[in-house]
């Protein structure tokens, strides 16, 4: 065994031509957009400048973002979006839930709204997901940012991907509101405490296993390196000393500023914190 605790590090990962305007006056709107496998939640507002398009971590949903999405819409349009299998998102009806599922999924989304060039955060997991989609669509993106989110999870050692591949004998969802449990630590705020657990809890076992499995296969490069724009990181302080598979370490021409005293869910534990590392992200995109 490794000096380090091989399951709180895994833990560390378990989250048209015309564009179409948002609602009237910027005001938020929720809708549902046909995935690819079901119905998707999504909230949609703001006006102005280039869009941010947020998408949560594993077990999550887009209340996540929720100061972050009344911050951006003071200035720009802004979308999240629950996410297949979480919130208030569907199942997958054919049973999929791959990272590359994920980041279709994500285009279905932003080709519904009309977008056409915007910024992408993507927290946790969720950096697979927008590395998956970036080789896909390179030009469609002003900026990459993740937040706290996994890089190259592919190069991690076997023992790491035997974890994700076959869960603990009887695992359910007593075992996974604790593994989340002990993900959150010390650091997060009751709040985000609170969010978290309720909202993992709505999602099926099943669900978390299989994507911890695409996440364990799934590598960015050489995909990522069709996008040849910005690459930014907002994470906790110290993550990446913990984990040499965030995006800061794990891929190339990542430009990275930290949050420090937050969880792993950074965003919700210092929104303020937060939204001024983004606001310089976004100073640099028109």
Known sequence: MPRWSLGLFVLTWLGCATTRPAAPSGQETFTSVEGGAGKLRVSDGGHGGTPVVFVHGL???????????????????????????????????????????????????VSALGLERFVLVGHSMSGNVISAYAARHPEKLAALVYADAAGDVSQAPQEMKDWFNKPPEGYGPAQVKEEFAQMLGPKARPGTREHVL????????????????????????????????????IEAEGAAEENPFTASRSIPGVVTTTVPDVSHWLMMDDPQGFNRALDAVLSQVP
């Open 59 to 109: 077990g999550a949903d887009l209340e996540v973002w929720r100061a972050q999405l009344d911050h951006v819409r003071a200035s720009r349009r802004a979308v999240a979006y629950d996410q297949r299998g979480h919130g208030g998102s569907q199942p997958a009806s054919d049973g999929v839930y791959t990272i590359e599922a994920l980041a279709e999924d994500l285009e279905r989304v």
């Open 198 to 233: 309720a909202s993992v809890g709505r999602v099926d076992p099943t669900t978390i296993v299989a994507l911890r499995r695409s996440m364990g296969a799934f590598s960015p490069r050489p995909g990522l390196d069709r996008y040849t724009g910005p690459r930014f990181a």
